[in-house]
């Protein structure tokens, strides 16, 4: 049974959504002002987004507000999260709940809140994660 509810998990969705069209309309425009889209790769789109991302996470209130939500879940929810989370990308199938479990708790750090926010499909992941459990 994953240790996080799914009010917080559906709470935590809708902010990195939010979070994540920020991010994008913060990327589209510094793309447009280059105007020269076509000639981004992916490397170079991560690095505009990370340059924009550590200027903007100050001022960014969906940022902080989705980092608090993380950060205020206890140990076990945490890892509940990034479980979740790593079912949605299929890194787990949903029958290795407990394994990915496991191995949430012996990969944690002080960086779960970072981790989890800079996956860059975070909510779509969460969500995936979601309808995959209920299945089972």
Excluded at 112 to 136: H, K, R, S
């Amino acid at each position: 049974m994953l240790p996080v509810s799914s009010e917080k998990i559906d709470y935590i969705i809708s902010v990195a959504r939010e979070y994540r069209e920020g991010s994008m309309a913060m990327v589209s425009e510094q793309l447009s002002e280059a105007h020269l889209a076509d000639t981004f790769t992916e490397h170079n789109l991560a690095v505009i987004v990370e340059e924009l991302r550590s200027d903007e996470h100050e001022q960014d209130s969906s940022y902080l507000e989705l980092k608090a939500a993380i950060e205020g879940l206890n140990e076990e929810e945490k890892y509940g999260l990034v479980a979740l989370m790593w079912i949605g990308r299929g890194t787990y199938g949903p029958e290795e709940l407990d394994a990915a479990l496991q191995n949430a708790r012996t990969s944690s750090n002080n960086h779960t809140a970072e981790y989890l926010i800079e996956t860059p499909l975070l909510p779509d992941y969460l969500a995936e994660g979601q309808v995959l459990l209920n299945e089972d």
